[in-house]
């Protein structure tokens, strides 16, 4: 398996954390014959490994994920396919662009979830008052024109960024159509979900943490 197959693997395995054999093949566009030798390369170089619920937790997610080893090498991966195309400087000067927009999604995703009180309490929002969902996914709207932006510049510099702005174009398509499932919740490619991933790719092809100032 050659570097980049590795790094496409190795990085969607990062970003779903526990991925099994049909999210991870969809996501890397691969049929399951031509993901599982990948696969059984990445076994044998010891950088990845199944991962099973445990007895406290029968129901949790079971495929691939990475080992220590496996997390060394896609940093290094990452830094030298970085280096090589040139893109350091663009994606450094993504990052304080970044942060406070990733402000502006947090804030969000929590009045999506939980609305205000007058008496300065809150409640969760059942999503009944309609004007009020319309008026944080306006928000949304303008948080989408900025970041398709950004992913737009990141994917220039990088091919392999150019799955978000489709992802982020469907997900607020599907928000804008009142499927509230396509905002913020993780079982399904959400607008939330796809934020997540990009922000990881954003961190580890920069060498970063989220601790790291922008």
């Known amino acids: 398996m050659d570097d980049a197959s590795a790094l496409a693997v190795l990085q969607a395995i990062r970003l779903g954390a526990v991925l099994d054999e049909d999210w991870l093949a969809t996501r890397l566009g691969l049929a399951r014959g031509e993901l599982a030798p990948r696969l059984e ?6 950088w990845i490994r199944r991962h099973e619920p445990g007895a406290d ?38 990052m304080p662009r970044f942060a406070p927009l990733n402000a502006a999604f947090l804030q969000l995703c929590t009045d999506w979830q939980v609305r205000s009180l007058p008496s300065g309490g809150s409640e969760p929002n059942d999503h009944r008052d309609r004007r009020y969902d319309r008026r944080v996914v306006t928000r949304l709207e303008s948080t989408h024109a900025d970041i398709v932006v950004i992913a737009g510049e990141a994917a220039d510099a990088l091919g392999r960024f150019g799955m978000y702005v489709p992802r982020f174009d469907h997900a607020i398509t599907r928000v804008l159509a009142g499927e509230h499932d396509w905002f913020t919740r993780p079982l399904v490619d959400s607008y939330h979900t796809i934020w997540f991933e990009f922000h990881e790719d954003l961190l580890a092809t920069t060498g970063r943490t989220r601790a790291t100032p922008p």
């Open 57 to 94: 937790l029968p129901h949790g997610p079971r495929g691939w994920t990475l080992t220590a080893d496996g997390r060394a090498r896609l940093a290094v991966l990452l830094s030298d396919e970085v280096d090589r195309s040139g893109a350091r400087s663009t994606f450094d000067a993504l």
């Open 41 to 46: 390369r990445a076994v044998g170089q010891g």
